[in-house]
């Protein structure tokens, strides 16, 4: 059974795409595990900057909701890993409703891969929440600004509600941290501070430009200025990641 880790936060524009893509980088060309980005979003943006095609050729994720269908991965430019491409009107299977979204999810367990990695699009709807019923991990990038702290309670009480089911593990993940940003310093305060400190990941990603430069160029960014500070921060997080455990403890579950 693959290693599971799905990115989601109900917030746009905090980093899901960026960090899902490193993540599956790291695994499949770093960990040289064998590794499937799936892309749940239907802007396919983590679609677009591995293969550089907006639309995926072939099957899509929407596939997973058609159990007479073969899957099919496709090439990326990231070496080996493979993607099962976005799809524009995934969004259809909304009406399908959350029991056929976790069982068209539970078709990646059978596959033969090492890392299953999924973004997911920001609203909280079935191509959101029915990834996180396969358990694994629940990797959340978190941008510390004032709007964040009310963000993360929705997002926690969706974490406590399905890992009271399933083994779902928690790692937020600080990114788009401006270092001399006092609000900010509030939130990272007020965040590790609270009843989640231990789930916050050690390495905050800062806002840097040679991030979105890299997923506008379609590589992580330790290929495009593997020199740059953030390449190594970046490979430590998802390093450390991929070795989180997804088995939260009863303690976890029931705290707050
Ligand atoms: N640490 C960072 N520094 C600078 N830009 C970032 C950082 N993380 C993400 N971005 C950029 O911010 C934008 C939104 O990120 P994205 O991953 O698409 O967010 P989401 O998937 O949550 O909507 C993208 O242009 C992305 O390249
Ligand atoms: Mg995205």
Redesign the pocket.
């Known amino acids: 059974m693959p290693q599971i880790i799905t990115v989601t ?1 109900q ?9 899902a893509v490193h993540i599956a980088a790291y695994a499949s060309m770093a960990a040289k595990k064998k590794t499937l980005l799936v892309d749940m ?1 239907g802007q396919r ?1 983590a679609t677009f900057i591995t293969t550089g095609e907006p639309n995926g050729r072939g099957k899509s994720v929407l596939d997973l909701w058609d159990g007479d269908t073969s899957l099919e991965f496709q090439d990326t430019r990231f070496g080996d890993l493979k993607i099962l491409p976005g799809h524009q009107h995934v969004h259809l299977v909304e009406k399908q409703g959350l029991k056929a979204g976790q069982e068209a999810m539970s078709r990646l367990l059978n596959i033969d891969f090492d890392v299953v990695v999924i ?1 997911t699009p ?1 609203a909280a709807g079935v191509q959101q929440l029915a990834p996180l019923y396969l358990g694994g991990l629940l990797a959340a ?1 978190v941008e510390p600004d004032l709007l964040a702290l009310q963000g993360l309670t929705s997002l926690l009480k969706v974490w406590r509600e399905i890992a009271s089911q399933v083994d779902l593990g928690l790692s937020l993940v600080i ?2 941290r401006v270092l001399n940003s006092t609000n900010q310093q509030m939130v990272v305060d007020a965040i590790t501070e609270s009843g989640f400190g231990q789930h916050v990941l050690p390495v905050h ?5 040679i ?2 430069n890299a ?2 160029q379609g590589m992580p960014v330790w290929k495009l200025d593997p020199k740059d500070a953030a390449a190594a921060k970046w490979a430590m997080a998802c390093k450390m990641i991929l070795e989180t455990d997804g088995v939260p403890t009863e303690e976890t579950v029931k705290e707050g």
């Open positions: 936060n917030k746009g524009g905090v980093g899901k795409t960026a960090l979003d943006n973004d920001p990038p990114n788009k990603l800062t806002n840097r430009q991030v979105s997923m506008k």
